[in-house]
Structures are given as C-alpha cells and as structure tokens.
C-alpha cells in the first residue's frame, strides 16, 4: 500500500516500510549480542486493533545470551493469557527463532534492524512486519 502512496505523490505516507530503506543498523549474530551487555533484554510489541479479533494486544518478548526467548501477554488475567518459550539463533544475517507453541513450533526467520531503542523485523522479502520497543538492557 505505501508504494502505491507514494507512486501516487502521497507525502503524509509515514516511514518507507522496506528493508532497504531502514533507518538503524541491521542486527547480525555479532553485533546482536552487544544487546546483552547487561544480561538479557525485554522488548514490548503491540498489535494494533483490528489486526486481531479483539482489540490492541500487548506481548513482552524476553531474549537471553544462551539463545532462550520468552513471551507473554500483558494485562490480562492469567487464565486468559498467553505465555510461550523458545530459542533464537542466527543463519547468515538472518535472524531465526522456534516457539514451542506459537507457530506450531516451526521455525521463522526474519532480519533486525536496530533503530535507537527500537527493533524492527522484516520480512524475508523485505517488508516491515513489527517493531519491539526495548523496555529493559
């Protein structure tokens, strides 16, 4: 939709969505651990309404040096929550995580761009998927 905004003469489109266009330092398994320097790192993802059945969901994405994530779902009774683990590594340039649940366990890869406290995935063709907002180093 925005190239089509902006092959239009849109300017109120926001930010390029590409990968080519990222502003920040794409994260590699190198640099990708200078994150830790404090031990693991918390980052926060929302989804905005409508892109689920309810309304915006708050998730907390924990990463850890020894390749472990966690995930959980924010104000919301335990009961009707969401929590999972998993592990992350990376192929190439190439970020890639295993959920135990979510994704029925299979394996996603992504790219990373670091953009002041922000990490924004992308897909494998490119396109900006999410951004996490690092809450804690």
């Given at each position: 939709m925005w190239l089509i905004l902006d092959a239009a003469g849109e300017t109120e489109i926001g930010e390029n969505p590409s990968l080519e266009a990222a502003?920040?330092?794409?994260?590699?398994?190198?640099?990708?651990?200078?994150?830790?320097?404090?031990?693991?790192?918390t980052a926060r993802v929302r989804t905005p309404p409508g892109l689920t059945e309810k309304?915006?969901?708050?998730?907390?994405?924990?990463?850890?040096?020894?390749?472990?994530?966690?995930?959980?779902?924010?104000?919301?009774?335990?009961?009707?929550g969401f929590e999972d683990t998993g592990e992350w590594w990376f192929e190439g340039g190439i970020f890639c995580n295993r959920w135990n649940r979510l994704r029925s366990g299979r394996k996603d890869c992504i790219y990373l761009v670091l953009d002041k406290k922000k990490i924004k995935t992308y897909t494998l063709n490119g396109t900006l998927d999410s951004q996490l907002k690092?809450?804690?180093?």
């Open positions: 502003k920040g330092v794409r994260l590699t398994a190198d640099n990708f651990k200078k994150l830790f320097k404090k031990g693991h790192f309304s915006e969901k708050s998730f907390t994405v924990s990463f850890f040096p020894d390749g472990k994530l966690s995930i959980f779902q924010e104000n919301v009774p335990a009961e009707e690092i809450i804690r180093e």
